[in-house]
């Protein structure tokens, strides 16, 4: 049976060049779809779809309950829901960082709680994350406070999962990307010079390489795709 994989913002524009990528090695997908959107993978028979906001514990729950019963066992979640705001720390509301919370770090970590027992019941699994460099580099985060923030928690949140997960082949790993080369991005920083950018492709590429063989055997692993920029 094809290895069974639950993605979270399958239908943003770097889930979507992740689903391409991992149905290209034949793997088994169920993604989440929030109500009222469109889903893009109906067609697909690689993918299964379930309606789920997951900034909702309970729904959350739900979800990774019905794609463990219709899979019978997941091997890897794979967390890219998020976004983005700016606003330095003296504009930044309570609001603000509520949002940037919820967006980034529930929307991961109500998927975690339930895949971890999972993942404990049936020989272990891997997290894989979407840090940002501003989580890294203070001086890169000044002008995006409650994003960088609510990132921040998700590089502790691997850290936590790698710690109570070594001995039950339980893995996290965090791709953090400079600035992926989307539409959206493009269309927000139009004098950039794109080349420098990373393409959501390789993105793409590099979570394909963690679920691999050789990629199972990565511990406490932080992957930096910045290529120039």
């Known amino acids: ?115 971890m027992k999972h993942f404990e019941a049936n020989g272990g699994g891997q997290f894989v994350f979407i840090g940002a460099r501003p989580a890294l580099v203070a001086e890169a985060g000044t002008g995006s406070f409650a994003y960088t923030l609510s990132k921040t928690l998700i590089f502790q949140m691997a850290d936590l999962i790698n710690a109570e997960g070594k001995s039950k082949h339980i893995t996290a790993t965090v791709i953090v990307p400079s600035i992926i080369d989307t539409p959206d991005n493009r269309a927000a920083m139009p004098g950039s010079d794109f080349s420098k950018w990373i393409p959501a492709a390789d993105m793409a590429e590099g979570i394909a390489f963690v679920l691999s063989d050789t990629g199972k055997k990565l511990r406490q692993t932080v992957l930096k795709l910045y290529n120039e920029a």
């Open 1 to 115: 049976m094809p290895k069974q994989v639950i993605v979270s913002g399958a239908t943003g524009n770097l889930g979507k060049d992740v689903v391409k990528k991992l149905t290209e090695f034949g793997y088994g997908l169920h993604i989440n779809v929030r109500k009222g959107k469109t889903d893009a993978y109906a067609d697909n028979a690689n993918v299964s779809s379930y309606l789920a906001d997951l900034a909702h514990p309970e729904q959350a729950d739900v979800f990774v309950a019905e794609a463990i019963a219709n899979a019978g066992k997941i091997e890897a979640g794979i967390l890219l829901a998020g976004g983005f705001a700016m606003a330095k720390l003296t504009d930044t509301t309570d609001s603000d960082i509520e949002q940037m919370l919820s967006i980034n770090f529930k929307t991961a970590f109500h998927v975690v709680k339930p895949l």
